[in-house]
């Protein structure tokens, strides 16, 4: 407002302050997002216990209505608060785009659940077929790695920086300079 010109970006000294100048953003980016998912899994949970103790609503059905709120408060709360600084597209796009990498993740911690379970399980039953083993597994092994694709996908694939392209560039006209 001034009329000043901004000076050069001042940096931090040490190793701690070069890191956080590097990946600042992401760090941020990604504190964000675990808040993000936080409040949808306790919506998630919530709702899905009130509905089958209070309303004796079938399990299955339960947690199907539970996980589509529970999504779609997670993609408005990353569209407009984790990735509100990224560019805007067509919003059924990114819906459609944030619940097939929603569905991948689930694939991810449900195949971590198998393995420990029945993979494991097979050859140490008595430690991989407990429900302590099988909540480690899906919940600590399955969740941190599904969170960990989910946070990648959607900053790669749904709400993507600005003049990133959604679709490969290609050149209408040949060129005919051989």
């Known amino acids: 407002m001034t009329g000043e010109q901004p000076g050069p970006r001042q940096t931090r000294r040490g190793l701690v302050g070069i890191l956080f100048d590097r990946f600042g ?17 306790l919506i998630d949970f919530a709702l899905f216990n009130y509905l089958t103790s209070k ?13 589509v709120i529970a999504a779609s408060v997670a993609f408005l709360g990353n569209r407009f608060w984790t990735w509100r600084h990224r560019q805007r597209n067509n919003a059924a796009r990114e819906y459609a785009l944030f619940f097939f990498f929603n569905a991948v993740g689930l694939g991810i911690t449900v195949a971590c659940l198998a393995l420990s379970h029945y993979g494991l399980g097979a050859i140490w039953p008595t430690v991989f077929q407990t429900r302590l083993a099988d ?16 946070f990648w996908s959607y900053r790669r694939f749904v709400f993507v920086e600005a003049g990133t392209p959604t679709l490969p560039q290609v050149n209408p006209e040949p060129d005919h300079r051989a």
Not at 25 to 41: D, Y
Not at 135 to 150: D, K, P, Q
Request: hydrophobic share 45%; charged share 15%; proline share 0%.
């Open 25 to 41: 953003h992401l760090l941020r980016e990604l504190s964000k997002f675990a808040t993000v998912g936080g409040f949808a899994f």
């Open 55 to 67: 309303h004796g609503v079938e399990e299955l059905t339960a947690k199907t209505i539970s996980t």
């Open 135 to 150: 909540n480690l597994a899906s919940y600590i092994v399955g969740t941190g790695l599904a969170t960990l694709f989910r």
